[in-house]
């Protein structure tokens, strides 16, 4: 089966940093992907990882172990921008479908 | 930048009646998806299509949907008789297909449909 855990929500003030965890139990692993979804738009790509560690973008940093089925999306200098739900998903077999995790509604205050 | 776009972006139909949703993915990319989302709850995955066939299907895909890419630039997904539990955000993608790289998914701006 495939299941994938967040937090359903978390807040946060302007300028402060911010874990987002996931843990996931999936038939298949063909790397973990956050995406950062505004309400009613689409899901935009924030970043990916398929082999341990950290991957670093900026402001936003990704974590992943394998070993472990988990992974943490850290965001640094929080911005209002940054309110928005983050989606944790795995991505079974290279070039097929995501499975998604229900979000992490974060609330950025000043 | 290049982008997927969906038409319409919100679409209202009748209990039974059937419905379209279009969507133009990157013209590059090789591999394309629906997936849909019901108000409040997680993204869940609906087809995937590649070289003019779907590659994969959940089971949410019955019988009522259809998908067809009618040119070399068109994707449609197609519900034959719409239920009131169809209403959700339907979103689009689209990724490369190399075989290295990310090859993330790029998605749609998506198509709100109510059901009534």
């Known amino acids: 089966g495939q299941n994938i855990d967040q937090p359903t929500e978390m807040t946060a003030t302007e300028g402060a940093i911010v874990q987002i965890n996931c843990t996931y139990q999936t038939s298949g692993f063909n790397g973990l992907f956050w995406y950062q979804q505004h309400a009613g738009e689409a899901p935009t790509f924030l970043s990916y990882?398929?082999?341990?560690g950290l991957e670093e973008k900026g402001r936003f940093s990704s974590f992943l172990s394998r070993s472990k089925g988990y992974s943490y999306l850290l965001l640094k200098e929080l911005q209002m921008k940054d309110s928005a739900s983050y989606l944790c998903a795995v991505r079974d077999q290279v070039f097929q479908k995501l499975v998604f995790g229900t979000g992490t509604r974060l609330l950025v205050s000043p | 930048e290049p982008e997927v776009t969906q038409t319409p972006s919100h679409q209202v139909t009748q209990m039974g009646q059937e419905v379209i949703l279009r969507c133009v993915p990157i013209?590059?990319?090789?591999?394309f998806y629906w997936y849909r989302q019901i108000l409040g709850q997680k993204v869940e995955f609906l087809v995937s299509f590649y070289n003019n066939e779907i590659s994969e299907k959940s089971e949410i895909f019955d019988d009522q949907f259809s998908v067809e890419r009618p040119d070399g630039s068109n994707f449609t997904l197609k519900i034959r008789s719409t239920k009131l539990e169809d209403s959700a955000m339907y979103f689009c993608a689209s990724s490369q297909g190399w075989s290295s790289g990310t090859n993330e998914q790029f998605f749609g701006p998506g198509t709100r449909l109510t059901v009534l």
């Open positions: 013209s590059n990319h090789l591999y």
């Open positions: 990882n398929v082999l341990d």
